[in-house]
């Protein structure tokens, strides 16, 4: 069955710990639009080019697209562009056989490329007013074959944005603070190394279980957390005080922020009785980090329209 949208597309940093949003995004889309046959090859060639995108391209952000391309029968598209300086002559698939080489001396990014262009109808790069992007094209009841070459277009400005899977929400922090929003990720990484660090100590059974507990609320929201870290990142080299953060996520990813936020109050609890080294988290990092909650699970869970952080203030005198 076909969804409404023709074209969805997700923004994430470029980072190896995106890679796996990179495959839900895509397999979300293609079970939506029906296209079950489609999910495992989907997911590995999201895997691959998001992969290389972050790893290789030295990008900042990489957008993850899947849209059905304008004739039928080529299939479904899945591609990727970054914002990196490396540039569309980088991106070859190294075929099997060609100088001499085996699929054992073949590095991680060529095995990665050539597993691609064995499984797409089509593949290609093109250049792209953000940087590069590498495509993919997928066909029903395609099987492996040999490794194709890259088809290389002239350079656009590329396609408009697009949509997200059904089940996934696009989250806006409005004018968030933007050295407050560092201080406070810089903390929970302060917090968890801690705690970390306390849980091989059985006699520290509630640190071990709090830091447990985080680490793993974390392990599914850890994309949207990079790309609001990147967006902060990039808005202190601008000199900016405020800016507007924008993470997409599945829905269900509410309730893991809003669980976190309850462990780290636990968490600030042990600092404040001086078990933990790591200071208690001061008021406006526990003001921010409970403007974010509310914001990502009103967002994702009821769609409600955002809040900004001094809107968010001045109604909330006691935070």
Not at 106 to 124: E, H, N, S
Request: glycine share 8%; proline share 5%; charged share 25%.
């Amino acid at each position: 069955m076909h969804g409404a949208s023709s074209r969805l597309q997700v923004r994430l940093a470029a980072d190896a710990a995106s890679v796996p949003a990179a495959r839900r995004f895509v397999a979300d889309g293609l079970t939506a639009w029906g296209e079950g046959g489609l999910v495992d090859t989907g997911e590995l060639v999201a895997s691959e080019l998001s992969s290389n995108a972050a790893l290789h391209a030295s990008a900042e952000f990489m957008h993850v697209t899947l849209e059905r391309t304008a004739d039928a029968a080529a299939g479904v598209r899945v591609a990727v562009e970054d914002d990196g300086p490396v540039g569309v002559e980088a991106v070859l698939a190294r075929t099997l056989g060609s100088d001499g080489l085996s699929w054992d001396e073949l590095d991680a990014t060529g095995r990665g490329l050539t597993i691609v262009a064995m499984l797409a109808g089509r593949w290609g790069v093109d250049q792209t007013a953000r940087g590069k992007r590498v495509w993919a094209d997928l066909l029903n009841g395609g099987a492996a074959h040999a490794a194709l070459d890259p088809e290389r277009a002239a350079p656009d400005v590329g396609p408009p944005d697009g949509d997200l899977p059904p089940g996934w929400a696009l989250v806006r922090l409005v004018q968030c603070p933007v050295a407050l929003s560092l201080r406070q990720d810089s903390h929970l990484d302060e917090l968890i190394r801690e705690l970390q660090l306390l849980a091989v100590d059985e006699h520290n059974s509630e640190s071990a279980a709090i830091a447990e507990e985080i680490r793993g609320l974390l392990v599914s929201p850890t994309h949207a957390r990079l790309t609001g870290r990147r967006a902060a990142e990039q808005a202190r080299e601008e000199h900016l005080e405020h800016v507007d953060v924008e993470m997409a996520m599945p829905r269900e990813f509410g309730v893991l922020v809003e669980q976190l936020q309850r462990a780290v109050a636990r968490a600030d609890r042990l600092c404040e009785e001086g078990r933990l080294l790591t200071l208690a988290s001061p008021a406006e990092l526990r003001a921010l980090r409970a403007w974010m909650t509310h914001e990502v699970v009103g967002q994702t869970s009821r769609g409600a329209a955002p809040v900004s952080w001094p809107e968010w203030l001045a109604a909330t005198p006691a935070a």
